[in-house]
């Protein structure tokens, strides 16, 4: 499973990268992160969940929010790049990690995936995503989470990052293209989220209200195998 762009290029200073894309108003990368385990927690309702794997992990930024949210006994960290994987481990020495290739088949409970499907090659994209559903388990969960190109705002944080250059970005209703095509998967939930940024946080518990509004900063997929 091959993501397109060279990510040991931009391990050291990802964090950076990010911050510079997002500007001064965009705030804290980790808040953005947080949100999205924050959803998908509420979005899985209190379900046991034992073995997760963050597809596409990069140097970890969801792994200590995956942790403190699922507390699952097993949380696997996959990436092409070793630079990246590398970081994350050193950083949590709790986290197990895995070559894309190396995943074993019918394992996890969850795999989240966050911001990747954009910087794989489009023609390989459908097949990663069938890879990537064989490694749940029956009645496992993937959570796909991507910018949403409907939105101006995202579209401009996208056009400022260095390493997004070129990349092509998927609408919700790909995704969940992707998903079913894979034959793996039975049941998808969709919806939008990051309707605003960090100084505007105290506004989140509106988001519930707007998740079929197509002007999130980003949207998700919740598959169900």
Known sequence: MNQANNFDDFASDYKGHISDALGVLGGDVNYYVERKVQILR??????????????????????PFLKNYFDPATLVGSDSSSESLAIA??????????????????????IFVSNVLHHI????????????????????????????????????????????EGVELLSSKNVRR????????NEVICGYCMFVPEKMRRLNRLEGFLTRIPLGGQHFSLGSR
């Not at 979005?43 to 792994?63: H, S, Y």
């Not at 020495?93 to 190396?102: D, K």
């Not at 064989?134 to 990052?161: D, Q």
């Open 178 to 185: 992707l998903l079913e095509e894979s034959k793996l998967i």
């Open 89 to 110: 481990h050193h950083q949590y020495n709790f986290l197990a990690t895995s070559e894309p290739n190396q995943l074993e088949d019918q394992y996890f409970d969850l």
């Open 42 to 63: 509420k979005l899985l309702k209190g379900q046991k969940i034992e073995r997760i794997l963050d597809f596409g992990c990069g140097i970890g930024q969801a792994v």
């Open 121 to 164: 090659d489009p023609v390989k994209r459908a097949d990663v995503m069938r890879q990537l559903c064989s490694k749940l388990r029956i009645g496992g969960k993937i959570a796909v989470f991507e910018h949403n190109p409907f939105n101006p705002i995202t579209r401009r944080v996208v056009g400022n990052c260095v390493f997004d």
